[in-house]
């Protein structure tokens, strides 16, 4: 959920150190901090609430240093407070810490009475003081840290520093994401690769209870034993450009329209004249697939709002059943599986914590096997899975996704139809009407204009509602998900036949409900649905290619572009998520860091 970065250099790195962690602060912004070693061995720190911009002019005072640890936090353990900024330090010790320390209430009584004292309320501080205790007994720092680990219990990414070594930079990880990049004259570890695309693209993955020890010129990995390990160096063909506005006011909106080019992409990737091409899950998944009775999907957030079209894809067109749940309960319930189930993981990040949870879970029951759809190739999620999907969306560094989520539909719509096979003709057909978005797409994107007019009249809304039926309940999920998330407006998704079941008492004038009403054999339900919000005077915003009558002045009907149902839930969420942006706008708020939120949720 935080992020680290370090560096160890026979430069001065300050600068360097400050511009990287602003790379990763997409990950949390509650408060930042940087923790140096001078010429003269002296620990430096800056600390700050707030964005990291709060750090910049309290760099001079670290001006010198060449080996140094940043942090960019996302609260768990302890207020967004300047004593609770990381890094945290124990003497000639300076520590950052992602993930959750779940025993340190009992670490912290025990260091207390080894006359520790405690300066913050987080998990982390105990690390810092548990790695200082074992130095001092010892005298070296790699045993110390592993000695400090095996009493962790939870999740970590270690970066830290010792003055004693000023040109010695050291990590450890179990459960939370770090790299170990490699560059000239200089080595660092991350949370992403994001801050190090400047100066090099040659890095490495510290596995669960794995350390380094970095120096200028040297990098060394080890495990708890204290054994050399030798691991992949690997290049990555992300560019810094991919990270960058290239234009565009905010992430957001240039991940928006990033969109059209991620889909062309993988339809030229995976699709065929008239079918799909063999094997696009990995080899003989073909007819791994076609053994597949039942599958079980397990997400989180906008991941699981994606496992939903799915659930509904597939039941349309094949005889498979499928069930969709959230991470964060199927790992702690009881979970019945029928025979030939494909257990099937969806993660951007490939790091969110209760999915991890859920595979390892899931590999330890008796599915059939488990496919994981992912956006990082490396990541804890696509290393743990029997078969791996990855979209390739690219970075997506906006806290609200957009691209990731149209990936994951066009992933998902792929498995879809190779589970759907049962002739060439229905095959034929749904690659026909997937072939399609290329041509149709533009014409979503003309809305803009038109939705950011509308947007005014939610500027001082505090309530809204959505809903979807069929294909697009999932679609008025994620909408709903997308206005509350950035623009801080109470959002609710419904299917619109259950609004007379209670929602229906909410709708007056006031109340703005949005509805995505595709032309198909369900808009006349959904029609009399919302016949039932225009008698309350409730102010609509329909998304539909159905001739609709404005009958008063409370309806609006935004034009949609005619297509087949089956690209109906990637086409409409456009719509939605440019209307939460230019909302967002009209409110002020921080688009691309929204309060309270955190990119890559890597603890449970």
Known sequence: MCGIYGITSKKIISNKLFNGLKKLEYRGYDSSGIAGLSQGNKNLVIKSTGPINHLKKKLKTIANISTGIAHTRWATHGEPLLKNTHPHNSGIIDIVHNGIIENYEDIKLYLIKKKYAFKSDTDSEVIAHLINYNYNKCKDMRSALIKSVKILEGSYAIGAINSDLPDKLFAASNGSPLIIAKGTNENYIASDISPVLKDTQKYLTLGDGEFAELSPEKVIIFDKKNKYLIKKVITTSLKDRQVSLAGHKHFMHKEIYEQKAILNEMMSRYVGQASLLPNIFGPNTDRILSKIKHIHFVACGTSYHASLVAKDWIEQHSTITCTAEV???????????????????????????????????????????????????????????????????????????????????????????????????????????????????????????????????????????????????????????????????????????????????LVDKKMPVVCFLPDNHLAKLVLSNLAEVEARQGQTFIFTNKKIPRKNKQVEIIKMPDCPDLIVPILYIIPAQLLSYHVALKKKTDVDKPRNLAKSVTVE
């Open 327 to 505: 991470a964060s309960e199927y790992k702690y319930k009881k979970i019945n599986i029928l025979p030939d189930t494909l257990f099937v993981c969806i993660s951007q990040s490939g790091e969110t914590a209760d999915t991890i949870s859920s595979l390892k879970k899931a590999k330890r029951l008796g599915y059939k096997d488990t496919l994981a759809i992912c956006n990082v190739a490396e990541s804890t999620l696509t290393r743990l899975s029997n078969l791996v999907f990855l979209m390739n969306a690219g970075p997506e560094i906006s806290v609200a996704s957009t691209k990731a989520f149209t990936s994951q539909l066009f992933s998902l719509l792929l498995l879809s139809i190779i589970v759907s096979r049962s002739t060439e003709e229905s095959e034929k057909k749904m690659v026909s009407d997937m072939k399609q978005l290329d041509k149709i797409i533009n014409s979503v994107y003309k809305l803009e204009s038109e939705i950011k007019k509308i947007s005014s009249k939610f500027k001082n809304k505090d309530h809204t509602l959505f809903l979807g039926k069929g294909g697009t309940y999932p679609i008025a999920l994620e909408g709903a998900l997308k206005l509350k998330e950035i623009s801080y407006i109470h959002a609710s998704a419904y299917h619109s036949g259950e609004l007379k079941h209670g929602p229906l008492a």
